[in-house]
C-alpha cells in the first residue's frame, strides 16, 4: 500500500509515515462500521454514555502526549494545542451526558384534531458518519463532529487531514481502550483520493466535512450521487466590531488574540474590524502598541500549509495598494512564520477583505457609527463568527443578533466556540448545519415520529371512504370554533 509521511512544518522532520488508504480500503472501512454501528446503536443509551466518558478519561490522562504529538504536526506552541484539547474533551463530556435527554423518546401534544391519538418523537441513529477533518485544529474541530456523531449512536469513519494524520490515528487508538469489542471509530489515512472514496460511499449516512468552501462544493457533489446529507463547516472572513462606548484595551487585546493566536489559521477567527470614528484612534494606539509585543515563532507556531504562503503573501500586497502599514507587510511573509500584519484604509473590494487570509493578518476601517460597521460586516459572502465590542448590553445584542453570522461574541473573542450548549456553524460561503449542542446531536439524528390512535372519536370518522357530510360539517364547525376568531 502506498505510504505519505507527515512532517513538522517547522524543522521539516518527518513526525510518521501512514498509509494512503485506497478505495478498497475505506470501503473494508465502512463496511466494519456498519456492522459495528449496529452494535453501539443498540446499546442502552447509559452504556453508551458509560464508554464515552471512559473515552474522555482516556484523553485526559494523556493530555499531555495528544499536544505534544499535535505541536509536532501543526508546529503550534504546546499551550495552545493543550489549550484545543481541554476544548474537545467538554465537548465529549457534555455529548455523552445529554444525548439521551436531547434524543430520546418523548411524547408531544397531538391539539385537538388529535384528541384521540398519541404521540411520540425519538431521535434514531443515521448508522455510520464519514467526518472530514481539518489541519488547523486537528482534535477540536473534527471532535466536534465525531464526539456528538458517537453519542447520538452513530459509528464514525474519520478521515484527518493528510497534514496532520497522525493525531486523528491516535484519536481513534485511545478510542479503543474504552470500546474494545467492535471498531465504533475508525480513523483512515491519505490524500484527497480517500476523503472522496469516503464521501461517495452509499453506506454512509451522513458526511461532517469542515475545510474550504471551495473543496466543500466537490464533497457535496460526491454525495449528491447517493443523496447523502452533508454538513459543511467551511471558512470564515469575521468581522469585529468596536463600538463607541467600547473598553478600548479589552478590545484591542482580544481583536490582536482572535486575528493572531494560531498563526490566524482560525475559520472563526478575526480577519476584519471595523472601528466607529469617534474612538479609531485610541483604539488604534492600543493596537499598535499591543502588536509588537507578539512575536512568530514564540506567540504563536508556523503557517501549517506551505501554499497558504502565497495566499496570504497576495492578499499583503494587495492590500498595500490601497491601504496604510500599520505592522508588518510584504516582508512579513517569511516560511515558514508570517509575523503580524496591520493594515489599515483598505479598499472593501481587495482580496485581504472580501476573500480568507488565513494567516496573521488584519485589516480594520473607521465607520461613522456602528450601523456602518454592522452594514460593512455584512457584506460578506462569508457568514461564520463575529465579535462586538460595546459596554451597552441592550446595543451589542441588537448589533450580534443583527450580524449574518451563525455565532457572534460580545466583549470576548471565540467564546462561543468553547460553550458545549451553543451550536456551531455559519451560513452563505461558510457553510451550513450545525455542530456542538442540541443542533449538534440532531445532526447526526433522523427524527422518528411515531403516532398512536387510542379510541375512536363517535361520529368522527375521517380517515374513511365510509365518512359522511355529517362527519365533514361537524369538523367545518370544530375548526371554525378553533380557529376562526380573528384576535385583535
Not at 20 to 34: K, L, S, T, Y
Not at 308 to 318: C, P
Amino acid at each position: 500500500m502506498a505510504g505519505f509521511e507527515s512532517l513538522d512544518p517547522v524543522s521539516g522532520a518527518v513526525v510518521g509515515r501512514h498509509p494512503d488508504h485506497a478505495a478498497d480500503a475505506v470501503r473494508d472501512a465502512v463496511g466494519q462500521a456498519e456492522e459495528a454501528g449496529r452494535w453501539w446503536a443498540g446499546l442502552a443509551p447509559a452504556e453508551r454514555r458509560r464508554r464515552l466518558l471512559d473515552y474522555k478519561a482516556v484523553l485526559a490522562r494523556h493530555l499531555r502526549d495528544l499536544a505534544d504529538l499535535v505541536r509536532q504536526e501543526t508546529g503550534k506552541p504546546t499551550g495552545d494545542a493543550t489549550l484545543e484539547i481541554v476544548l474537545a474533551i467538554t465537548h465529549l463530556d457534555w455529548a455523552a451526558r445529554n444525548a439521551h435527554k436531547v434524543l430520546g423518546r418523548r411524547r408531544v401534544n397531538t391539539g385537538m384534531i388529535g384528541l384521540n391519538l398519541t404521540a411520540t418523537l425519538e431521535y434514531l441513529p443515521l448508522g455510520v458518519v464519514a467526518v472530514i477533518g481539518p489541519w488547523n485544529y486537528p482534535v477540536f474541530t473534527p471532535m466536534g463532529s465525531i464526539s456528538y456523531a458517537l453519542a447520538a449512536g452513530n459509528a464514525v469513519v474519520f478521515k484527518p487531514s493528510e497534514l496532520t494524520p497522525g493525531i486523528g490515528v491516535r484519536l481513534a487508538e485511545l478510542f479503543r481502550e474504552s470500546v474494545p469489542e467492535q471498531p465504533v471509530f475508525q480513523t483512515v489515512t491519505g490524500l484527497g483520493g480517500t476523503g472522496a472514496a469516503l464521501a461517495a460511499d452509499p453506506r454512509v449516512g451522513k458526511v461532517a466535512f469542515t475545510g474550504s468552501t471551495a473543496t466543500a462544493k466537490r464533497v457535496m457533489a460526491a454525495c449528491a450521487a447517493n443523496l447523502t446529507p452533508i454538513v459543511a463547516e467551511c471558512g470564515g472572513k469575521d468581522a469585529f466590531i468596536v463600538d463607541a462606548d467600547a473598553d478600548l484595551a479589552k478590545a484591542a487585546d482580544a481583536c490582536l488574540w482572535g486575528a493572531m493566536s494560531n498563526a490566524g489559521q482560525t475559520c472563526a477567527g478575526v480577519e476584519r474590524v471595523y472601528v466607529v470614528e469617534a474612538v479609531y484612534e485610541s483604539f488604534m494606539r492600543e493596537l499598535s502598541t499591543r502588536v509588537t509585543k507578539v512575536k512568530a515563532g514564540q506567540d504563536y507556531g508556523p503557517i501549517t500549509m506551505p501554499g497558504q504562503l502565497d495566499i496570504i503573501k497576495r492578499h499583503i500586497d494587495d492590500a498595500t495598494k490601497s491601504g496604510k502599514i500599520v505592522t508588518g507587510g510584504t516582508d512579513s511573509v517569511h516560511p515558514p512564520y508570517v509575523d503580524p500584519v496591520i493594515i489599515e484604509d483598505v479598499h472593501e473590494d481587495s482580496p485581504a477583505v472580501r476573500e480568507e487570509t488565513f494567516g496573521p493578518t488584519i485589516t480594520v476601517r473607521r465607520t461613522r457609527d456602528a450601523q456602518e460597521a454592522l452594514e460593512l460586516a455584512n457584506a460578506s459572502a462569508y457568514g461564520l463568527g463575529g465579535t462586538v465590542f460595546s459596554r451597552d448590553t441592550r446595543r451589542a445584542t441588537e448589533l450580534a443578533r443583527m450580524m449574518r453570522t451563525g455565532m457572534t461574541a460580545i466583549n470576548s473573542v471565540i467564546s462561543f466556540a468553547g460553550i458545549p450548549a451553543l451550536p456551531f456553524g455559519g451560513v452563505g460561503d461558510s457553510g451550513f448545519g450545525r455542530i456542538h449542542g442540541a443542533d449538534g446531536l440532531r445532526e447526526f439524528a433522523r427524527a422518528k415520529a411515531i403516532s398512536r390512535q387510542r379510541f375512536a372519536l363517535p361520529g368522527m370518522n375521517l380517515t374513511s371512504f365510509s365518512r359522511g357530510p355529517g362527519e365533514l360539517e361537524r369538523l367545518i364547525k370544530l375548526v371554525t370554533f378553533l380557529h376562526g376568531r380573528r384576535k385583535r
